[in-house]
Nanobody
Framework: QVQLVESGGGLVQAGGSLRLSCAAS????????MGWFRQAPGKEREFVAA????????YYADSVKGRFTISRDNAQNTAYLQMNTLNPEDTAVYFC???????????????????WGQGTQVTVSS
């Protein structure tokens, strides 16, 4: 079992940056692909970014590509999401998730993830 706790959210002005962290417990972190999703009020949960268990492959939603960077430190059991050039459309609750899939394919789908954190609020003001 993997337990996930997000942190690093907050209020920033447009154009600013935040780094989200996802601390994991459990012996399976290094064997888990990691993803970030977000959900804004009145909208469906959407994929943001994912990273393979070794960190060798990353995937991004078109809306954040070039602005966000996902990374992980398996020694620290932590995944990160560096968010730059934030805009008000990035305002949402951000969730990290872990997938026990053997392969890294299909990680843009929420259904592919086995464990979820409680989320951290990101608010971007104009």
């Amino acid at each position: 079992q993997v337990q996930l706790v997000e942190s690093g959210g907050g209020l920033v002005q447009a154009g600013g940056s935040l780094r989200l962290s996802c601390a994991a417990s459990g012996r399976t972190f290094s064997a888990s692909h990691m993803g970030w999703f977000r959900q804004a009020p009145g909208k469906e949960r959407e994929f943001v970014a994912a990273i393979s268990r070794s960190g060798g492959n990353t995937y991004y939603a078109d809306s954040v590509k070039g602005r966000f960077t996902i990374s992980r430190d398996n020694a620290q059991n932590t995944a990160y999401l560096q968010m730059n050039t934030l805009n008000p459309e990035d305002t949402a609750v951000y969730f990290c998730a872990a997938s026990l899939r053997i392969l890294a394919s299909g990680l843009v789908r929420s259904a592919e993830y086995n464990y979820w954190g409680q989320g951290t609020q990101v608010t971007v003001s104009s």
